[in-house]
């Protein structure tokens, strides 16, 4: 089983213009609504590719039947804690003629320190029976920024696999607990490790001292450039599909759920990033939050381009 873990869930918003002028009249010409997180998307692509996953995570007293409903609608199994408030809303506006997205993003509710600690436990009763644990997205106010560190520690002591895909310090303090695999995007990982990925072999030397560290996989999505992915003995590029971009939401999501299907599958770093690439497309061509299905990705798969980086 694949469990996912979502301590911040969304109603993400999207908002289509032609395109977004700042400081005058936007007139909008679509809008869509949908209830996301970045663990839940996760999920859903994992269950689209028919992986036995669970969502675990936060959900809010005001609105968290709407979650609760979202889970039931796509089939797939599903435990969150409750916690006082409601669940943030996320702005997208999405500019058709750029494919430019720009999000304004809330922070959310404050959570207490006895919620997560009741969260970990509920978490850990579950490690018994998981292969793969993905860690991803915000946390909300009132929870540790260790809090992913603990819980890949705590992960490591049943030898379950651990994915880290957040940002900030709780990126910086969950990689020093060396998670299986690691994804931060292109931003992410040069505010990480203060390096420009177009700077050079610099940055590559960063990622490979990433490796060294103890780390198994790390993969940096790029968007329009493709994605890389290193392992401990090869660093691989793929370009990007030429798909007409839809809704980039959950993109970097379903790269995880792709490279989370290949591990439990035992495929190669090639195949990882294969599987990666179609699934991020296959959703990246969806309108709004709507993610890849598995047609989408058999379609996609043999399109992706891989090269090996010396």
Same mark, same amino acid.
């Given at each position: ?206 990622? #490979? ?54 591990? #439990? ?46």
């Amino acid at each position: 089983m694949i469990l996912t873990v979502t301590m911040n869930p969304c109603i993400d918003k999207t908002i289509y213009l032609d395109e977004l002028e700042v400081g005058a009249y936007n007139r909008v010409k679509n809008t869509r609504i949908d209830v996301a997180g970045k663990g839940l998307n996760v999920s859903t692509v994992l269950n689209h590719l028919g992986e036995d996953t669970l969502c675990m995570g936060i959900n809010f007293r005001n609105n968290g039947s709407l979650l609760e409903q979202t889970m039931n609608s796509r089939g797939l199994k599903h435990h969150f804690v409750y916690a006082d408030g409601s669940i943030r809303t996320n702005i997208k506006l999405f500019e058709q003629n750029s494919h430019i997205m720009t999000e304004i993003n809330e922070a959310g509710p404050t959570v207490s320190s006895s919620l997560i600690d009741k969260l970990i436990d509920e978490i850990d009763a579950r490690l018994e029976h998981t292969h793969i644990l993905v860690l991803s997205g915000s946390i909300p106010p009132g929870v540790p920024a260790d809090i992913y560190r603990r819980l890949i520690r705590m992960a490591h002591r049943k030898d379950v696999k651990t994915v880290l895909d957040t940002a900030g310090e709780p990126f910086a303090l969950g990689l020093e607990e060396k998670p299986f695999l690691v994804k931060p995007n292109s931003l992410e990982f040069e505010q990480t490790f203060k390096k420009d990925l177009k700077a050079g072999k610099g940055p590559l030397e960063v990622a #490979r001292s990433v490796i060294e560290s103890g780390v198994s996989y790390l993969c940096i999505s790029m968007g329009a450039d493709g994605a890389l992915l290193l392992d401990r003995e090869h660093a691989y590029r793929a370009k990007a599909l030429p798909i007409e971009a839809k809704g980039l939401t959950g993109a970097g999501d379903s790269m995880v759920a792709g490279m989370c299907y290949a591990l #439990r599958r035992h495929l190669g770093s090639e195949d990882m990033l294969r599987y990666a690439m179609a699934c991020s497309a296959g959703s990246v061509r969806q309108e709004g939050t709507l993610l890849a299905r598995e047609s989408d990705v058999k379609e996609l798969l043999p399109q992706v381009e891989i090269e090996v980086i010396d």
